[in-house]
């Protein structure tokens, strides 16, 4: 399948510290692009969606300008917590689809962040 | 309503037995149904992908998908101890382009 790599795998960050997760589709061009944070033993939740070249579409509820999102290349996405706070911490992952997969999404690795 | 429904489990499986896990949804319109794997700790892993009513095989995975019914389903033949994770159901609308995730079924196979 296809390979969606997220960076870094973890992170720990301070309180109020601003932290920036990459996600890059490494053998394809990912036309749209997808953040999501799980709690622990909790499913995924959509956060954004984003399309290379555009601004990222929110879901409910989610800030757009605690979670900055650029979708600035066809195989990068980035992801940046702003003025991170303890509640922040879970797990985000990205993934990423276009025609070149069938528009099946593929997932990345994942990126646990740690606020402290 | 939520959207996709999977029983949350925990269902347990002695090994060599059939692993069944289901699924429905909501929206009528949902025209792809994926499952996805997840292990603790780690990202969703596709395992199978279907579009059409009826079965496809992969290995030791067969997803059944009757959209009469708006029910999808996965069963493993054969389970192992390694095919202990959640189970992750997603069912994607072509309407608002999201991939709709279920709750998850935790697996657990027993040797």
């Known amino acids: 399948g296809a390979v969606v790599s997220q960076h870094p795998s973890r992170v720990i960050c301070k309180s109020g510290t601003s932290v920036k997760i990459e996600c890059r589709s490494l053998d394809f061009q990912a036309t749209t692009m997808f953040w999501y944070r799980q709690f622990p033993k909790k499913s995924l939740m959509l956060m954004a969606t984003?399309?290379?070249?555009?601004?990222?579409?929110?879901e409910q509820g989610v800030e757009k300008d605690k979670f900055l999102i650029n979708h600035a290349s066809l195989t990068l996405s980035t992801l940046t917590v702003t003025s991170a706070h303890p509640e922040d911490s879970s797990f985000y992952i990205c993934?990423?689809?276009?025609?070149?997969?069938?528009?099946?999404?593929?997932f990345g690795e994942g990126s646990w962040l740690t606020v402290v | 309503q939520k959207e996709v429904e999977q029983n949350s489990g925990p269902l347990s499986v002695p090994e060599g037995a059939i692993a069944s896990l289901n699924c429905t949804y909501s929206?009528?319109?949902?025209?792809?149904f994926f499952w996805y794997r997840q292990y603790s700790g780690k990202s969703p892993e596709l395992i199978m992908s279907?579009?059409?009513?009826g079965d496809k095989e992969d290995g030791r995975f067969t997803a059944q998908l009757n959209k009469a019914s708006q029910y999808v389903s996965l069963l493993i033949r054969d389970s192992q101890p390694s095919d202990s994770a959640t189970y992750l159901c997603?069912?994607?609308?072509?309407?608002?382009?999201?991939?709709?995730f279920g709750t998850g079924t935790r697996l657990t196979i027993i040797p």
């Open positions: 984003s399309n290379e070249g555009s601004k990222a579409t929110y």
């Open positions: 997603a069912v994607w609308n072509f309407g608002n382009e999201k991939l709709t």
């Open positions: 279907i579009y059409s009513n």
């Open positions: 929206d009528r319109g949902s025209q792809s």
């Open positions: 993934s990423a689809s276009s025609t070149a997969t069938g528009n099946t999404i593929y």
